[in-house]
């Protein structure tokens, strides 16, 4: 299955974190079973705009989208398809 790197620009501050990473995870467990989670790095910028670096498996692009769309709150900034770790 492919994996993806997907970078998230998100609208709450850092507090908020764990209430979204809660939906996320809802949301992968009853409506998108076919996307797994392996990790993410919450990175937070000087102005505290929260970043989010998540892999997936996911069968396509457009399922990650979806997902991203129901979990609102942030913009993708970019999605890649990861060729292999070194």
Do not use: Q
Not at 24 to 36: A, C, H, N, T
């Amino acid at each position: 299955m492919p994996r993806f790197l997907i970078v998230r620009r998100f609208s709450v501050d850092e507090s908020e974190m764990p209430s979204v990473g809660r939906k996320s995870r809802e949301l992968v467990e009853g409506d998108f079973p076919e996307i797994v989670w392996e990790h993410s790095h919450v990175v937070v910028d000087g102005e505290g705009t929260v970043f989010t670096y998540c892999v997936y498996d996911a069968p396509t692009e457009e399922v990650v989208f979806e997902h991203s769309k129901r979990l609102g709150r942030h913009n993708v900034e970019s999605l890649h398809e990861i060729a292999g770790d070194v």
